[in-house]
């Protein structure tokens, strides 16, 4: 069977699979205690609790506009996927019925946000989107500069500042939770729950700190040649930069090694928000490794 058949068939199943979690996050939990997310979603259930229209049909005429907007500037694949996870949404809302889970209003923005950002986070890691707000701020990020999250920022402060007037002041206030959480976990679900960092290391015992990392920490590195440096010792020559990439939880080791080796090395970290290649830190086996390394 053709691979790419087989790869679109595993976004499409994924797809679907956000969008049941997305919906139970909105029937079990936001719509039947009138709590909004961010975004359109948001003013589909604000529509929904002050005139009493009905959701799924809101759900898809407020999108429509996003979708136009994405087939004739961003990618028509993308509208094509998110036609197909807005639908399916507005027909799972539409469809599933379920019991009141609590009546607790924290339980109900942890919840609905959990289970909305675990099927936003899936759907746009298979390159559709649930909600017209993240359109716009793709495009305002392509033609204006304008980040996205700005973007969205700006869009649910008016949204939130509405219900606290036509609503009330205490939903707007878990809107805004629940929609902090979705937030959060739909970075995750993206990102993965792995958080890297980069660390560039600039010290005069650069042989012993190349071992260390290696036989302490089993990290992978790669190892740049300095032609010239400029520090608190006047002018360096020849000397080489160490860069590696670590998980966040193993910062304080490294800089233990770092502290014990060489106290005076200059280091630079960074977040890394995605690695592709090379060799996962977790298969390099210290015993098998040439501490000689290539100068590059």
């Not at 359109?40 to 529509?47: C, E, K, N, P, R």
């Not at 298979?126 to 969205?152: C, R, W």
């Given at each position: 069977?053709?691979?790419?058949?087989?790869?679109?068939?595993?976004?499409?199943?994924?797809?679907?699979?956000?969008?049941?979690?997305?919906?139970?996050?909105?029937?079990?939990?936001?719509?039947?205690?009138?709590?909004?997310?961010?975004?359109?979603?948001?003013?589909?259930?604000?529509?929904?609790?002050?005139?009493?229209?009905?959701?799924?049909?809101?759900?898809?005429?407020?999108?429509?506009?996003?979708?136009?907007?994405?087939?004739?500037?961003?990618?028509?694949?993308?509208?094509?996927?998110?036609?197909?996870?807005?639908?399916?949404?507005?027909?799972?809302?539409?469809?599933?019925?379920f019991d009141i889970v609590t009546e607790?209003?924290?339980?109900?923005?942890?919840?609905?946000?959990?289970?909305?950002?675990?099927?936003?986070?899936?759907?746009?890691?298979?390159?559709?989107?649930?909600?017209?707000?993240?359109?716009?701020?793709?495009?305002?990020?392509?033609?204006?500069?304008?980040?996205?999250?700005?973007?969205?920022?700006?869009?649910?402060?008016?949204?939130?500042?509405?219900?606290?007037?036509?609503?009330?002041?205490?939903?707007?206030m878990y809107s805004i939770l629940t929609f902090l959480i979705t937030a959060k976990v739909t970075d995750l679900t993206i990102e993965g729950f792995e958080d890297f960092i980069g660390v560039m290391i600039v010290s005069k015992n650069y042989e012993a700190m190349k071992k260390a990392i290696t036989e302490q920490l089993g990290a992978g590195m790669t190892v740049f040649k300095g032609v010239n440096g400029y520090g608190n010792n006047g002018i360096n020559k020849d000397f080489e930069v160490i860069n590696t990439v670590i998980n966040r939880f193993e910062i304080r080791k490294i800089n233990r090694i770092i502290d014990t080796i060489d106290p005076n090395a200059f280091i630079v970290e960074y977040d890394v928000n995605r690695i592709k290649g090379g060799i996962l830190r977790k298969y390099l086996n210290p015993k098998n490794i040439d501490l000689k390394l290539k100068k590059t």
């Open positions: 069977m053709n691979t790419t058949f087989i790869s679109r068939l595993s976004e499409y199943f994924q797809i679907t699979i956000g969008v049941v979690l997305a919906s139970i996050g909105l029937k079990a939990f936001l719509l039947p205690n009138g709590f909004l997310d961010g975004g359109v979603t948001g003013i589909a259930i604000l529509l929904n609790s002050t005139l009493q229209v009905n959701i799924s049909l809101i759900l898809v005429i407020l999108s429509l506009p996003f979708l136009a907007l994405a087939y004739f500037s961003i990618s028509k694949t993308m509208v094509l996927k998110s036609i197909v996870a807005i639908l399916g949404l507005a027909v799972s809302v539409h469809l599933e019925t607790d209003k924290l339980l109900i923005s942890i919840f609905g946000g959990l289970f909305l950002g675990l099927g936003i986070g899936i759907t746009i890691k298979n390159g559709a989107v649930l909600d017209g707000s993240e359109i716009l701020g793709i495009y305002m990020n392509n033609k204006f500069g304008i980040s996205i999250g700005k973007t969205i920022l700006v869009f649910n402060f008016f949204l939130f500042s509405v219900t606290a007037i036509l609503i009330s002041k205490e939903t707007a």
